[in-house]
């Protein structure tokens, strides 16, 4: 089978498709013929070895983060799934390998397509929803009746964070382009702010959390937002101490991980503010559950026109990297 492998972290990484066997399946592991795979600057990261202290991969690696596909194979210990289920997932971080023509997954990380969606639209609905939903539930212990903030939020996430959101009770505030203002409200949001033309920070306050996509030149102002004993979660900062504890992480690691997020801890603290960081991991049951929100809310994500197959891996991640694409970048199969 084909699959877009790289051989070493770099910054300049280069990405081979390599014929290699069809992997074999463990007892508890199911075989999906890939039908589609998206494109995550996740996929970036891992190449140029910049989560390596979170997860570290072995050589030659296949890349690719999410997909769908036909399940192929059941593994013995496998209930709920049967050959012919179409599936989609955000593969278990320790056994990636979405871009190649063939996977083998854990039956716990996978759940069936939403009923509306198609192998291409679901290849962009998993990871962007198990982080909305394990960043709401988990990270904020978001409760109904409070103001959720997500500045940046008209894109792909807050596509998927916003119905999750509103299915969980709360309010939801969204900034982003002129553009993006009509399908962000129809999406759910109840309020939306023009970052051209209106600053967040003098409009808002008080607000119970923020989840933070723009990254660390945003922070103190999406802080100055945020209410004592709020809690303000990035998807893009820096991991803290409390996530290398919550993932279990060596004890050098959360040392490590201490000193990188002490700054903001120490800024958050002072406005008795937590602050959160989130890597999402795969869960099938959560997924399902990211599914049903899917469907009775009719969420079709948002999928870039340009058709890439296997061979243009380059040009895909190129898009993700430099370009504006339109929506999630997809790898057909």
């Known amino acids: 089978m084909k699959a877009a492998q790289i051989t070493k972290y770099a910054k300049k990484f280069t990405v081979a498709v390599n014929e290699i066997p069809v992997p074999e399946i463990n007892d508890r592991e199911v075989l999906v013929k890939v039908k589609a795979a998206a ?7 891992i190449a140029t070895g910049s989560v390596k202290l979170i997860q570290d991969y072995k050589f030659p690696l296949t890349l690719g983060n999410e997909l769908t596909g036909i399940i192929e194979k059941v593994g013995k210990n496998v209930r709920g ?8 997932a955000r593969l278990p971080l320790r056994k990636i390998g979405a871009f190649a ?14 009923a509306h969606l198609d192998f291409v639209t679901g290849a962009a609905a998993a990871l962007t929803g198990l982080t ?9 212990e978001a409760r109904p009746g409070q103001t959720l903030f997500i500045p940046g939020g008209s894109g792909s996430f807050g596509q998927m964070a916003i119905p999750i959101a509103k ?9 982003g382009s002129a553009s993006a203002r009509e399908r962000t409200i129809a999406a759910g949001a109840d309020r939306y702010i023009d970052y051209k033309t209106e600053n967040y920070w003098e409009m808002l306050q008080e607000v119970d959390h923020v989840i933070d996509t723009l990254g660390p030149d945003e922070f103190e102002r999406e802080l100055s937002v945020v209410k004592p004993g709020g809690r303000l979660l990035s998807l ?6 409390r996530f290398a504890e919550d993932l279990g992480l060596p004890f050098w690691k959360q040392k490590l991980f201490g000193l ?3 700054k903001y801890d120490r800024r958050a603290g002072k406005k008795n503010v937590q602050y959160r960081f989130i890597f999402v991991r795969s869960d099938g049951q959560q997924l399902r559950e990211v599914s049903r929100i899917i469907e009775e809310s009719g969420i079709v994500p948002a999928v870039d026109p340009t058709e890439f197959r296997i061979g243009q891996i380059h040009k895909a991640l190129s898009l993700v990297a430099n370009g504006h694409p339109q929506g999630k970048v997809i790898i057909r199969f």
């Open 39 to 45: 494109v995550n600057p996740l996929e970036l990261l």
């Open 81 to 88: 799934f049967q050959v012919g289920d179409a599936i989609y």
């Open 101 to 114: 023509e063939y996977a083998a997954i854990d039956a716990e990380a996978i759940a069936p397509l939403p």
């Open 132 to 140: 909305a939903y394990q960043g709401l539930l988990e990270e904020l």
């Open 167 to 175: 299915s969980m009770g709360l309010r939801v505030i969204v900034s």
């Open 236 to 241: 893009r900062t820096s991991p803290n101490k």
């Open 260 to 262: 990188a997020g002490a």
